[in-house]
């Protein structure tokens, strides 16, 4: 796409929205989501909370773990606009969650 100079200037707003439009935006850029940490997943397969401040009921989440297990949904009826239960198959593991 050929732009002109002046209007593709970081400076301006349709220059940020060109470069928008041009696959740069993040998932945090486009999706309102809480990237959250989890220090320690407690107990395997026992419930922990997670607290976030979407403001809203979400939906969905991504997950990342230090070590082999996986990330279960537990009462997903339960979560609310700041906080949501979920399991963990192994103990004590550390997460990065991106929830949407």
């Known amino acids: 796409m ?12 349709l220059g940020e929205i060109i470069k928008a439009l041009q696959r740069r935006l ?43 297990g996986t990330v279960y949904d537990f009462s997903r009826a339960t979560w609310t606009s700041t906080q949501m239960t979920l399991r963990c198959s192994v103990a004590n593991a550390v997460l990065k969650l991106v929830v949407f």
């Open 2 to 13: 050929i732009v002109d100079p002046v209007i593709y200037s970081p400076h301006s707003k």
């Open 26 to 68: 993040t998932l945090k850029d486009n999706i309102a989501t809480a990237i959250i940490d989890v220090a320690d997943t407690g107990t395997a397969n026992v419930t922990f909370t997670v607290n976030h401040r979407l403001g809203y009921t979400p939906t969905t989440y991504i997950w990342n773990i230090d070590r082999a």
